[in-house]
């Protein structure tokens, strides 16, 4: 595996030159141990695809969405007048995240407030790279696999795209199995609305779990995810049913990345 | 004019005249709330509004409740040309006055009497769903009390109707077979035929004329009351779709409208030569509203937001597909949508009582805990299940705002990700100069 080819917009502003795209890292691609796995692994797409981009490194910052989401306007305009003056400071036009909550945010939220770029979840930018032909894979080592895929909140119903990842999924030569709530009906996994960062309100169960039972009860091999949240919240409820010696918990890119042996 | 075209008249003029008066005040309590421009792309929401009230698209997604609800739905509006035909015979004390369209007339009676049926059967199913299989919807507890009468009422009504005019027309037929004076003949009769003839056509003729005259005034009478009735219940919604969905949010689902005022506020902490936004009160019913962040009472919400509220007929998907309630937590997003209009209406009849709105100390949050907004996880499952577009997510938002904006009330691990957010630009504690360390493993 060869090291990972990341440089910063600040480089590039000091080479003069204009990156095809900016990664928009997110807090939890980060600083999230088991979510760096995920940035890792689409940087190395990334490499592999020749895609020159850059990330903003110290410079990029939360762009507000659990403070929006949690009633605190004044921190989310904040952080998105500041991210927008960095943005629109190098001028860049097209971002990809592997963070549906920052693509929401940045896609929909963010214009509002000056700042108006091309934004792109990462899986639909895996789908372009392997339509272009920029990144080929074999899907040998999926052969005989059972997916299910467990479509994040902030990238189906809110921004209506369920096809990109599935897309993606297919070229594993996998078996790619629906969980009964999915697509417009999926389930979220519990963590959205900034409830990552609390407690749960009492209830008799946790979301989380209620959704892993769910993804559990197909017998799959992997549960794919799309949302470093998502994630989390799947593999602790793998957990909470022992089964993570069966089961993985892994994001579209981790797996192509896999696939490709990048 | 027959003493009974007089009565006819003046109940007909009062009904029209009471319900537009009770349509007035919701219009009047929907404008309570603050403005937003929903008018852009007109094409697009009129697409919208022929879809999904109109052709019912959502209503399938369940597709049981769905094709009842539609049978209904279609009995409901095709009938209505029948109470026209009433309307008018009422006034000039004709019978059946359409007849002169001949073979189309008898299509059409012929076709109201199936729907009729349908009505009849759909509701009865819907009794059965409600109160022998108990859905898990229709059994909760925040239904109880007056939510579960008036959905109760609704069905009777409509099975009572609908059975009214079933039997209107089957004393009908026999009368015009017997060729009773006034009854001429005209229409098609298939089910009542079937299933009351055989019993009625042993009645006397001065029975018959008595219990088709019974009928006529009861099937009439009884849709003027129920007219009278929507402004009072749930049901409402027959109208309301139809705006409602017309003025949905055209834009992503997730996405969180942008509060101006703090966007003032915020660029003046950014740039002090930039001067922060004046508040600007509005006068709402003869008295003024503060300005505030977020939501605390009716008046801080949109009139879209009112709109939603009073478009709500109780059916219970959003709360179904809610992952909150499904795990067991107190949150509804029917119950959100409920409380809403209830204090609306609460608001409103205060206006109507001292002709201006006077502050009752209380407000949405005497009924909407922060146990319930605290419990959201922003999801849309419910915004994507509401058969007419309504939002609650929009609600909780704009009462968490106000909770953490306002009072300063908030959970206490969010309290902790705010200031890690303002101090270190993610909601964790790491420092913003590690960002890239993930690209040096």
């Given at each position: 595996?060869?090291?990972l ?5 600040a480089d ?10 900016l ?7 980060s ?5 760096r796995?995920?940035?890792?692994a689409?940087?190395?797409i990334?490499?592999a695809a ?15 969405d659990?403070?929006?989401r ?8 904040m ?5 927008i ?10 971002i ?7 693509f ?12 108006s770029?091309?934004?792109m ?5 895996i ?9 080929r894979?074999?899907g ?5 696999k059972?997916?299910?895929?467990h ?22 030569d996998?078996a790619?199995?629906?969980m009964?709530?999915?697509r ?35 017998a ?5 995810a799309?949302?470093?949240f ?12 022992n ?5 993985q918990v ?13 | 004019?027959?003493i ?16 537009a ?12 709330g ?7 792309r007109p ?12 052709g ?20 409901f ?12 015979d ?8 359409f007849?002169?369209l001949g073979?189309?007339y ?35 507890k ?9 959905a109760?009422?609704i ?5 009572a109707l609908?059975?009214?005019f079933?039997?209107m ?5 026999v ?12 229409g ?10 055989p ?15 019974c ?5 009439i ?13 749930k049901?409402?919604?027959i109208l309301?779709?139809f ?6 949010s055209?834009?992503?689902k997730?996405e ?10 915020v660029?003046s902490?950014?740039?002090?030569s ?13 008295a ?14 949109t009139?879209?937001n ?10 219970g998907?959003?709360?179904?597909e ?11 997003p ?41 419990a959201c996880?922003?999801c849309n499952?419910c ?15 704009d ?6 904006m ?21 909601p ?7 960002r890239l ?5």
């Open positions: 595996m060869s090291a080819q990341v440089r910063t917009m590039f502003a000091a080479s003069g030159e204009v990156p095809e795209v990664f928009w890292v997110g807090c939890a691609g600083f999230d141990d088991r979510a796995k995920i940035t890792k689409f940087v190395r990334l490499n020749n895609v020159k981009f850059a990330v903003l490194g110290q410079e990029e910052s939360c762009t507000g659990p403070a929006r949690a009633g605190n306007e004044f921190l989310f305009q952080q998105a007048l500041n991210n003056t960095v943005l629109n400071g190098y001028g860049v036009k097209r990809v995240t592997a963070c549906p909550h920052c929401n945010i940045l896609r929909n939220e963010y214009p509002a407030l000056g700042g770029y091309e934004v979840h990462h899986t639909q930018f789908n372009a790279l392997l339509q272009e032909g920029r990144i894979i074999e040998g080592s999926f052969q005989g059972r997916i299910t895929f479509d994040p909140c902030y990238l189906g119903r809110g921004n209506d795209e369920y096809e990109a990842p599935r897309e993606v999924l297919l070229k594993l996998a790619l199995v629906e009964k709530r999915s417009a009906k999926g389930l979220c996994c519990g963590a959205g609305g900034a409830q990552m960062f609390k407690e749960a309100e009492p209830g008799n169960k946790e979301v989380n779990v209620e959704r892993s039972e769910e993804a559990l009860a197909l799959p091999n992997i549960i794919a799309g949302c470093p998502c994630n989390t919240m799947l593999t602790d409820g793998v957990k909470h049913f089964k993570e010696g069966e089961v892994k994001d579209v890119a981790e797996l192509i990345a896999e696939a490709g042996e990048l | 004019m027959s009974g075209s007089i009565v006819f008249v003046l109940l007909f003029a009062a009904a029209v005249w009471w319900f008066r009770n349509a007035a005040k919701v219009r009047r309590n929907i404008a309570l603050r403005d937003e421009d929903r008018s852009d094409g697009e929401r009129w697409g919208i509004m022929t879809r999904v009230a109109l019912q698209s959502k209503m399938v997604a369940r597709p049981i409740a769905g094709i009842l609800h539609i049978i209904v739905y279609a009995g509006v095709i009938i209505n040309i029948e109470v026209l035909e009433i309307i008018i009422g006034i000039f004390g004709t019978h059946r006055v007849r002169f073979g189309f008898d299509l059409l009676i012929g076709s109201f009497e199936w729907l009729a049926l349908g009505v009849w059967v759909a509701c009865a199913i819907f009794l059965v769903r409600r109160y022998i299989l108990k859905l898990k919807r229709f059994a909760m925040e239904l109880d009390g007056w939510p579960r009468t008036d109760t009422l069905l009777c009504t409509e099975i609908m059975s009214a079933l039997k027309n089957a004393a009908d037929q009368l015009q077979a017997r060729g009773v004076e006034h009854y001429v003949v005209a098609a009769f298939p089910v009542s035929s079937a299933l009351l003839v019993i009625l056509q042993h009645f006397s003729t001065s029975g018959l004329i008595l219990i088709e005259r009928c006529w005034w009861f099937h009478i009884g849709i003027l009351a129920f007219l009278n009735y929507l402004p009072y219940s049901h409402f919604h309301l779709a705006p409602n969905t017309w003025f949905s055209l834009r992503p997730t969180i409208r942008n509060m101006e005022r703090v966007t003032g506020e660029r902490m950014l740039d002090p930039v001067a922060p936004p004046a508040p600007a009160p509005r006068t709402v019913a003869g003024e509203v503060t300005e505030r962040f977020g939501a605390k009472d009716v008046f801080d919400l009139w879209k009112l709109m939603d509220a009073y478009s709500c007929t109780e059916c998907r959003c709360t179904s809610c992952p909150a309630n499904l795990t067991g937590k107190l949150l509804s029917r119950k959100i949508m409920m409380d809403t209009r209830d204090r609306l209406e609460e608001v409103g009849r205060t206006i109507d009582a001292k002709g201006t709105w006077e502050d009752d100390g209380k407000s949405l949050h005497s009924r909407i805990s922060e146990e319930e907004l605290w996880t922003t499952a915004t994507q299940a509401c058969p007419v577009n309504i939002d609650p997510v929009g609600i909780i938002i009462m968490r705002r106000y909770l953490v306002e009072e300063s009330r908030t959970r206490p691990a969010l309290t902790g990700m705010f200031n890690n957010v303002e101090n270190n630009g993610a964790w504690a790491f420092a913003q100069s590690e360390k993930w690209a040096e493993q």
